[in-house]
């Protein structure tokens, strides 16, 4: 959450801002590691093209996954609802079970 130029309030969501605020928030000369690369080292800034898209898609995908449940087995008998234990098929492992019961 930070604030506006008007006073008002925003969440920020998207990850390069956030890492872009860090930085200007905890700058290298106090000590702080940087978190985005300099805009002069092509390769980083390749590099760091390359996973902010895989991050995306990786979103992308569990966004599709857990908001789009009609989707072919992820219906409440499905894959989801095994995981959500809300199938008669125990088809969740103990870990998972224990994962979903620390959740309660």
């Given at each position: 959450l930070?604030?506006?130029?008007?006073?008002?309030?925003?969440?920020?969501t998207e990850s390069q801002v956030?890492?872009?605020?860090?930085?200007?928030?905890?700058?290298?000369?106090d000590g702080f590691k940087q978190m985005m690369p300099s805009e002069e080292d092509s390769a980083s800034m390749q590099r760091y093209r390359q996973l902010s898209n895989l991050e995306r898609e990786l979103f992308s995908w569990w966004c599709t996954l857990i908001f789009r449940p009609e989707g072919p087995g992820f219906g409440s008998p499905g894959m989801l609802g095994k995981l959500m234990g809300k199938s008669s098929e125990p088809a969740m492992s103990g870990a998972m079970s224990g994962f979903l019961e620390c959740l309660e």
């Open positions: 930070i604030e506006k130029s008007d006073g008002g309030k925003q969440v920020v956030i890492m872009e605020l860090l930085d200007s928030w905890h700058p290298v000369e």
